[in-house]
């Protein structure tokens, strides 16, 4: 795949942002991955020349951080954390059944473009187990639930995402992450009864924050 | 001790993470008032109300502040540190999705108080929608003067960048997270020069948490007297808990600090099925684990050093009685080993030698010399690594045997899933072929 017109536009816009350009590295290497589906030679090469890096040292950025890929997701990457909350609260029979689904192991590719990837704690362990499409949240699932997402996917239906948006593709989160205003944050599921369960239990129980003083 | 929802009172309104929302709260209201105040008033506010670092630490963020030099002509950096990635940690997360603007109004506050015309929101890549949430957070408040040139007629400049990380929760500690955003490998520094000498492109750079951060409106807008009301002296204000685990509601509760983890479990609806509480960590997988002899010590960052940890990120994790701690530790230590930078040796051998070790006794294959070995292991990293991803790989497995030795000694001829039958840990009652 050729870089286009656009995205070096886009890359020199995302270098402009920051008081040092070689700031923008990591944002410029979603902004490639987002045209390729992993980060390539060709998309490696582009950054360096905005910002007067050779490959080489872009590369050891790109190796060093486990989002960027090193084979193309052509349709969508399903993660599923693992680490030790998840994992033992169900995770490990999400990923297994998964893992049996798609037909591939951690960090491989399919032949439909899916990706399987066990990751690391994603910030909503009060969801466990946590999955997740495209790095949009599929929260609180079982085996069946998260192989019922698959299934759906592989026969393009619409997704939605437990918070958050319907579920568009891998290339476009990456596009996201480089220019996160992506008209998509009205999302009317973004705050879950779980993220209001404290706050549920005050108003039932007459419980508030002391009183704000009249001075300020 | 009652629940007291400050950062998340307004949650239950979807139009919340709009500015009209936000303001229809009162929000700004605090913004306009620190800037017809002089910076060093906020810092000494700051200073005065107590506030502990929320990230973890717990190191006091007005002294923080002061630790900027001030006039010396050089562009100084706010950087929020929302790499949110602790193994139990999912607090800051929610308060991006839910409340952007407290986040970005406490940055505009705190830019302007340790007088900075560059902050920099450093989110970890992997949560789309929290980054999308900030930056519109961020635009709208471009777009109605309050971040730009001259903001409310104050004569203060700021821009304020939203960064995507990329995957590594090293860029969590502070240099590691500099060095990730001028575009580098995330590796940490050697300190001192600490960051509020010489930080961010070598310039004096704060970087605070996004709860932390998220105070700020409240404490400016609401006064010292007000906020020190929560909590106690040396733990003063709210704090915003995330309880998961094996317990019947899991999610958000705010509370003051010094509220004991069986009065949040008895809002959080309790254990599962009534079963027991069998081992918790208050924040995080880099603080020693506790057993149920333990809920009722106040979490305030004092007691819990008291009782052998830490407070950390206050986002306590229950397991029941079915959970194998040999395994739970297992998988902690292949995270860190996974997550270690490279950069020093007894971090990177270090957590590849305890990590093979007890993925022997997982799979019933220890031995009882082994489980001195593992002791001998951790002390090697302890106090030895570069930074704090190293203490924190040596952290589960003594808490561990100080409380369940026995089961690391049935461990040397008995399996984990042998002990413990993996499926009675799950949250669904759904048949599992294995």
Same mark, same amino acid.
């Given at each position: 795949?050729?870089?286009?017109?656009?995205?070096?536009?886009?890359?020199?816009?995302?270098?402009?942002?920051?008081?040092?350009?070689?700031?923008?590295?990591?944002?410029?290497? %979603?902004?490639?991955?987002?045209?390729?589906?992993?980060?390539?030679?060709?998309?490696?090469?582009?950054?360096?020349?905005?910002?007067?890096?050779?490959?080489?040292?872009?590369?050891?950025?790109?190796?060093?951080?486990?989002?960027?890929?090193?084979?193309?997701?052509?349709?969508?990457?399903?993660?599923?954390?693992?680490?030790?909350?998840?994992?033992?609260?169900?995770?490990?029979?999400?990923?297994?059944?998964?893992?049996?689904?798609?037909?591939?192991?951690?960090?491989?590719?399919?032949?439909?473009?899916?990706?399987?990837?066990?990751?690391?704690?994603?910030?909503?362990?009060?969801?466990?187990?946590?999955?997740?499409?495209? $790095?949009?949240?599929?929260?609180?699932?079982?085996?069946? /639930?998260?192989?019922?997402?698959?299934?759906?996917?592989?026969?393009?239906?619409?997704?939605?995402?437990?918070?958050?948006?319907?579920?568009?593709?891998?290339?476009?989160?990456?596009?996201?992450?480089?220019?996160?205003?992506?008209?998509?944050?009205?999302?009317?599921?973004?705050?879950?009864?779980?993220?209001?369960?404290?706050?549920?239990?005050?108003?039932?129980?007459?419980?508030?924050?002391?009183?704000?003083?009249?001075?300020? | 001790?009652?629940?007291?929802?400050?950062?998340?009172?307004?949650?239950?309104?979807?139009?919340?993470?709009?500015?009209?929302?936000?303001?229809?709260?009162?929000?700004?209201?605090?913004?306009?008032?620190?800037?017809?105040?002089?910076?060093?008033?906020?810092?000494?506010?700051?200073?005065?109300?107590?506030?502990?670092?929320?990230?973890?630490?717990?190191?006091?963020?007005?002294?923080?502040?002061?630790?900027?030099?001030?006039?010396?002509?050089?562009?100084?950096?706010?950087?929020?540190?929302?790499?949110?990635?602790?193994?139990?940690?999912?607090?800051?997360?929610?308060?991006?999705?839910?409340?952007?603007?407290?986040?970005?109004?406490?940055?505009?506050?705190?830019?302007?108080?340790?007088?900075?015309?560059?902050?920099?929101?450093?989110?970890?890549?992997?949560?789309?929608?929290?980054?999308?949430?900030?930056?519109?957070?961020?635009?709208?408040?471009?777009?109605?003067?309050?971040?730009?040139?001259? =903001?409310?007629?104050?004569?203060?400049?700021?821009?304020?960048?939203?960064?995507?990380?990329?995957?590594?929760?090293?860029?969590?500690?502070? /240099?590691?997270?500099?060095?990730?955003?001028?575009?580098?490998?995330?590796?940490?520094?050697?300190?001192?020069?600490?960051?509020?000498?010489?930080?961010?492109?070598?310039?004096?750079?704060?970087?605070?948490?996004?709860?932390?951060?998220?105070?700020?409106?409240?404490?400016?807008?609401?006064?010292?007297? $007000?906020?020190?009301?929560?909590?106690?002296?040396?733990?003063?204000?709210?704090?915003?808990?995330?309880?998961?685990? %094996?317990?019947?509601?899991?999610?958000?509760?705010?509370?003051?600090?010094? =509220?004991?983890?069986?009065?949040?479990?008895?809002?959080?609806?309790?254990?599962?099925?009534?079963?027991?509480?069998?081992?918790?960590?208050?924040?995080?997988?880099?603080?020693?684990?506790?057993?149920?002899?333990?809920?009722?010590?106040?979490?305030?960052?004092?007691?819990?050093?008291?009782?052998?940890?830490?407070?950390?990120?206050?986002?306590?994790?229950?397991?029941?009685?079915?959970?194998?701690?040999?395994?739970?530790?297992?998988?902690?230590?292949?995270?860190?080993?996974?997550?270690?930078?490279?950069?020093?040796?007894?971090?990177?051998?270090?957590?590849?030698?305890?990590?093979?070790?007890?993925?022997?006794?997982?799979?019933?294959?220890?031995?009882?010399?082994?489980?001195?070995?593992?002791?001998?292991?951790?002390?090697?990293?302890?106090?030895?690594?570069?930074?704090?991803?190293?203490?924190?790989?040596?952290?589960?497995?003594?808490?561990?045997?100080?409380?369940?030795?026995?089961?690391?000694?049935?461990?040397?001829?008995?399996?984990?899933?042998?002990?413990?039958?993996?499926?009675?840990?799950?949250?669904?009652?759904?048949?599992?072929?294995?």
């Amino acid at each position: 795949m050729t870089l286009t017109s656009t995205t070096r536009v886009e890359l020199q816009q995302l270098a402009a942002q920051y008081p040092q350009p070689r700031s923008a590295l990591l944002p410029m290497l %979603h902004l490639v991955q987002s045209v390729a589906g992993e980060v390539t030679a060709e998309g490696i090469t582009a950054c360096a020349e905005v910002l007067g890096i050779t490959a080489a040292e872009a590369t050891a950025v790109a190796t060093f951080y486990t989002m960027y890929k090193r084979d193309a997701v052509a349709q969508h990457h399903i993660g599923v954390c693992t680490n030790t909350l998840c994992g033992l609260l169900g995770g490990d029979a999400v990923y297994d059944a998964l893992s049996a689904r798609l037909g591939v192991g951690h960090n491989q590719v399919n032949a439909d473009g899916f990706m399987l990837e066990r990751i690391e704690c994603q910030a909503a362990c009060t969801h466990a187990p946590v999955m997740t499409v495209d $790095w949009e949240f599929m929260d609180d699932v079982t085996p069946g /639930t998260a192989v019922a997402v698959v299934d759906a996917l592989s026969r393009g239906e619409q997704v939605q995402a437990t918070r958050g948006p319907v579920i568009r593709s891998f290339v476009a989160t990456e596009h996201t992450l480089a220019f996160p205003l992506d008209g998509l944050a009205a999302a009317d599921n973004s705050v879950d009864d779980k993220m209001l369960a404290g706050l549920r239990v005050a108003q039932e129980r007459n419980m508030s924050a002391p009183s704000i003083p009249q001075e300020h | 001790m009652a629940l007291t929802p400050v950062i998340t009172e307004f949650w239950d309104d979807p139009s919340l993470y709009t500015l009209d929302g936000y303001k229809s709260h009162g929000g700004y209201v605090a913004l306009a008032d620190a800037l017809k105040q002089d910076p060093d008033s906020i810092i000494a506010t700051v200073k005065d109300s107590g506030l502990r670092g929320r990230g973890g630490a717990g190191f006091p963020t007005g002294l923080k502040w002061s630790f900027v030099p001030q006039n010396d002509g050089k562009e100084h950096y706010l950087v929020v540190n929302a790499d949110e990635s602790e193994p139990g940690a999912c607090k800051d997360i929610p308060i991006m999705i839910a409340n952007p603007h407290a986040l970005v109004e406490g940055v505009i506050i705190t830019s302007y108080a340790i007088r900075a015309s560059h902050a920099f929101i450093y989110i970890r890549g992997e949560v789309p929608h929290a980054i999308r949430r900030v930056a519109l957070a961020v635009e709208q408040a471009r777009a109605a003067g309050l971040i730009g040139n001259d =903001i409310l007629g104050s004569g203060f400049d700021l821009n304020i960048v939203v960064h995507a990380g990329a995957g590594a929760y090293i860029c969590g500690e502070e /240099t590691a997270l500099l060095d990730s955003l001028e575009g580098y490998r995330g590796q940490p520094r050697l300190k001192p020069p600490f960051p509020a000498v010489a930080g961010l492109y070598a310039s004096p750079t704060v970087i605070n948490n996004v709860e932390t951060i998220a105070n700020i409106p409240y404490i400016v807008g609401r006064g010292v007297d $007000w906020f020190r009301q929560f909590g106690t002296e040396k733990s003063p204000g709210f704090k915003v808990f995330a309880v998961s685990g %094996h317990v019947k509601r899991p999610g958000i509760y705010e509370a003051p600090l010094g =509220i004991t983890m069986r009065e949040l479990l008895d809002y959080a609806g309790g254990m599962r099925d009534g079963r027991p509480v069998k081992f918790w960590l208050p924040g995080g997988s880099s603080v020693p684990m506790l057993t149920a002899e333990h809920l009722d010590i106040p979490l305030t960052y004092e007691d819990m050093a008291a009782a052998g940890t830490m407070l950390g990120t206050g986002t306590p994790m229950m397991f029941d009685d079915t959970v194998s701690v040999v395994k739970a530790v297992t998988r902690w230590l292949e995270f860190y080993k996974h997550e270690s930078c490279g950069k020093c040796t007894p971090c990177r051998e270090g957590t590849y030698w305890i990590t093979g070790v007890l993925e022997k006794f997982e799979h019933g294959h220890g031995s009882s010399e082994e489980v001195e070995t593992l002791v001998t292991l951790c002390n090697q990293i302890s106090g030895r690594s570069f930074c704090a991803l190293g203490d924190a790989a040596a952290t589960p497995y003594p808490a561990a045997l100080k409380y369940f030795r026995d089961e690391f000694d049935a461990a040397i001829t008995t399996s984990a899933d042998e002990q413990f039958n993996p499926s009675a840990s799950y949250v669904f009652a759904e048949a599992v072929s294995r």
